[in-house]
Each structure stands twice: as C-alpha cells, then as structure tokens.
Nanobody, 120 residues
C-alpha cells in the first residue's frame, strides 16, 4: 500500500504564489510518474502537470506560470504556482504511479486533495 499526503493549499490573491507538496510513503519500489490534477466545482478532474523520468507535461493554461518538480530521495512531488489567476481555483490532487514491492505491475494512487482558492 502507498499513502500520499498533500500540503500547501490555501487562499491567495491574483498574481500571488503557492507551493503544493505531495509525499508518497509505503511499499514503494519505484515511482514512474508523479503529477497534479485540478478539479473545479462542477467540472471534471484535469491534468495540470506531470513528470516522468524523461518528460514533463503542462496544461496549456499553466505553462510559464507553474513548475512541477520532484525529490526522488523523498518520494515527493512539488507544484510551484506563480502568477495565480482566479481560474486556477479548485481542488488539486496529487497522482502517483507506483511499482510496489509486492506487485508485478504499477498502480495509480491519488492524494486526498488540497483546496486552492485565488481571489481577484
């Protein structure tokens, strides 16, 4: 089993910054992919940013403003969010694709979600 603990959400003004963290723990042999998704009220959960060992993807709406990074030693992924806009408001979920010690295939895990609210 793998547990994800998110932190760093909150309230920010437009133009401000927030930094999200997601730490994975448990039976982890390797992590293939770490990412962040956002779900606004009444909308589907959409990819914000994701990173594998060789590639990084961003949603067009956050390119140039958000930066995803990871600390492999700590099994932690971060999302630095700058120049925040009201439309960035939503619940942000960490998503991690993990190969566990007791499994022969990788599984996806979700964090509990952290609220980000950007006021205009």
């Amino acid at each position: 089993q793998v547990q994800l603990v998110e932190s760093g959400g909150g309230l920010a003004q437009a133009g401000g910054s927030l930094r999200l963290s997601c730490a994975a723990s448990g039976s982890i042999r390797s992590i293939n992919r770490m990412g962040w998704y956002r779900q606004a009220p009444g909308e589907q959960r959409d990819l914000v940013a994701a990173q594998t060992s060789g590639d990084t993807n961003y949603a067009d709406s956050v390119k140039g403003r958000f930066t995803i990074s990871r600390d492999n030693a700590k099994n932690t992924v971060y999302l630095q969010m700058n120049s925040l806009k009201p439309e960035d408001t939503g619940v942000y979920y960490c998503n991690v694709n993990v190969l566990g010690w007791s499994s022969s295939y990788a599984l996806n895990y979700w964090g509990q979600g952290t609220q980000v609210t950007v006021s205009s």
